[in-house]
T-cell receptor, first 116, second 114 residues
Framework: GAVVSQHPSRVICKSGTSVKIECRSLDFQATTMFWYRQFPKKSLMLMATSNEGSKATYEQGVEKDKFLINHASLTLSTLTVTSAHPEDSSFYIC????????????FGPGTRLLVL | AQSVSQHNHHVILSEAASLELGCNYSYGGTVNLFWYVQYPGQHLQLLLKYFSGDPLVKGIKGFEAEFIKSKFSFNLRKPSVQWSDTAEYFCAVNAMDSSYKLIFGSGTRLLVRP
């Protein structure tokens, strides 16, 4: 089946620094990828849709200048958390639509971000 | 706006007990429905999905779900749970006019006692 990877799996950073998280589709191409945020003991919240070759589409309430998304190629999307604050600490998960029809999403393993 | 509600936040069962997890969604149009599972320390995996056709769908590991359109529901069931079913279960909806965006329910944490 389709595989999505994320790097890094965990990151700890100081407040005020920026952190880049990569999402790769390993054995298929993805013109669209999705970024989610999962709070402890809560559900996944869709943050934005990453589009290859064009700007990302952000969900309401998500700061696009805070969470920069770049879909550099058909297999790579990156999420950069800029000027990170402790409240940005969370679990970030990406997904990509599968090969057949796109309705089924394949999820990456997630990146746990801790901002001190 | 679309939303998904999962009624049970925590469920504790003994092995061999039957399981039913509720899921309701709000959206007036055509939807695709999913159940995802997240085992401890692992990433989300698709359990089953409904796109069209027979409203009773069967997934992996003996799970099934029934789409009842009139009730906007897509409840997950398993006749006999195992310890290895301990995980978090998420119901999700994708409106067919929303470019594959998934809206998730709040999740249900299932603990199966041996």
């Amino acid at each position: 089946g389709a595989v999505v990877s994320q790097h890094p799996s965990r990151v700890i950073c100081k407040s005020g620094t920026s952190v880049k998280i990569e999402c790769r589709s390993l054995d298929f191409q993805a013109t669209t990828m999705f970024w989610y945020r999962q709070f402890p003991k809560k559900s996944l919240m869709l943050m934005a849709t990453s589009n290859e070759g064009s700007k990302a589409t952000y969900e309401q309430g998500v700061e696009k200048d805070k969470f920069l998304i770049n879909h550099a190629s058909l297999t790579l999307s990156t999420l950069t958390v800029t000027s990170a604050h402790p409240e940005d600490s969370s679990f970030y998960i990406c997904s990509a639509p599968g090969l057949a029809g796109g309705e089924t999403q394949y999820f990456g393993p997630g990146t746990r971000l801790l901002v001190l | 706006a679309q939303s998904v509600s999962q009624h049970n936040h925590h469920v504790i069962l003994s092995e061999a007990a039957s399981l039913e997890l509720g899921c309701n969604y709000s959206y007036g149009g055509t939807v695709n429905l999913f159940w995802y599972v997240q085992y401890p320390g692992q990433h989300l995996q698709l359990l089953l999905k409904y796109f069209s056709g027979d409203p009773l769908v069967k997934g992996i590991k003996g799970f099934e779900a029934e789409f009842i359109k009139s009730k906007f529901s897509f409840n997950l069931r398993k006749p006999s749970v195992q310890w290895s079913d301990t995980a978090e279960y998420f119901c999700a909806v994708n409106a067919m006019d929303s470019s594959y965006k998934l809206i998730f329910g709040s999740g249900t944490r299932l603990l199966v006692r041996p």
